[in-house]
DNA sequence: TTGTGTTTTATTGCCTCC
DNA sequence: GGAGGCAATAAAACACAA
């Protein structure tokens, strides 16, 4: 335990208010002693109870007691100490843990304005995409049938990206209610031939479900001309094959706290698991 | 000097544990 | 029921700008 002498170099300091009525002081001031004001701990006896503290921030009777005779203050004085410093420590922690939080609330912001920003130009991406589709569509086909098949595409895109998102078997039977329903209807509808095929570009493309649940997509060599299919590497997927994450199969539990999918609707679940881009 | 905000010491009332 | 802890608060001490 931490020796007072060995803080202060040896006793000597200002009484307390408790002190005031110490026996061996004579009579008269006893008597005609106004009751002192509130005096504050001597530096000397701060640093020693913080060093205490340091040790052991509870007090047991017995270290209460050493404690006071060594820095000739009331048990009590001592006691109410630790109580305030204890006070003082919780208010320090709650502090910092809400920087902490903080800190963990703007990286979280930041990735979720980045992921709607991608959001953003990915649905840029896709309307002009459509837009091809829907000329392609005009050149060979009925006008009326393309826009309506446009129409359901874009409604799909327009869901907010913030929803509340249920837990439970609701929202899985969302998720592929969504799939089936919203999106892949929308999207294959505008294709021609059987499902699972994307449309991009003005391109077929079919999308392969690999052994490990990831999507790869593979243009259809039947309509694809060898300049489009340049075109197509070139721009669309410059890494092609471009392996395809299940939504699902995403790990987010890298990013402390997050258990909102970063505000990802079921929808925009369904969207990256049946998209590709 | 004084008004004002902050820090420190101490009290009060309530709660829990033995 | 007494001891001890905690939250809320009072009040004195202190710091400091105007």
Excluded at 15 to 23: E, G, I, L, N, Q
Excluded at 193 to 201: A, L, T
Excluded at 202 to 226: K, N, P
Aim: with cysteine; hydrophobic share 30%; aromatic share 10%.
């Amino acid at each position: 335990m931490v020796s007072f002498e060995d803080v202060q170099g040896g006793k000597g300091y200002n009484r307390s208010f408790f002190t005031a009525f110490d026996p061996d002081e004579n009579v008269d001031q006893v008597y005609f002693h106004q009751p002192e004001k509130k005096r504050r701990l001597s530096a000397n006896q701060v640093q020693f109870l913080e060093k205490s503290f340091d040790e052991e921030n509870k007090l047991e009777p017995e270290r209460k007691t050493k404690l006071a005779k060594d820095l000739d203050l009331e048990p009590r004085q001592v006691a109410i100490w630790f109580q305030n410093r204890r006070a003082r420590w919780k208010t320090k922690q709650l502090e910092k843990e809400y920087e902490s939080l903080q800190a963990s609330f703007d990286t979280l912001k930041a990735n979720y304005d980045d992921l709607l920003k991608e959001k953003e130009k990915l649905k840029s991406e896709v309307a002009n995409l459509t837009e091809k589709v829907l000329v392609r569509e005009q050149q060979g086909g009925d006008y009326k049938e393309g826009e309506s098949k446009r129409k359901g595409l874009e409604e799909a895109l327009e869901k907010p990206l913030i929803e509340s998102v249920s837990e439970g078997e609701g929202s899985k039977v969302c998720v592929e209610g969504c799939k089936q329903e919203e999106i892949s209807s929308a999207k294959s509808d505008i294709l021609d031939s059987e499902s699972p095929h994307n449309y991009v570009d003005g391109v077929h493309s079919t999308m392969l479900e690999l052994s490990d649940s990831s999507y790869v997509f593979e243009a259809d060599q039947q309509d694809i001309s060898q300049d489009e299919e340049d075109k197509l590497s070139k721009n669309l997927f410059p890494h092609q094959p471009y392996i395809f994450p299940k939504f699902e199969d995403v790990n987010y539990s890298d990013h402390p706290g997050s258990s909102c999918n970063f505000g990802f609707t079921d929808e925009d679940h369904a969207l990256w698991s049946s998209w590709s881009y």
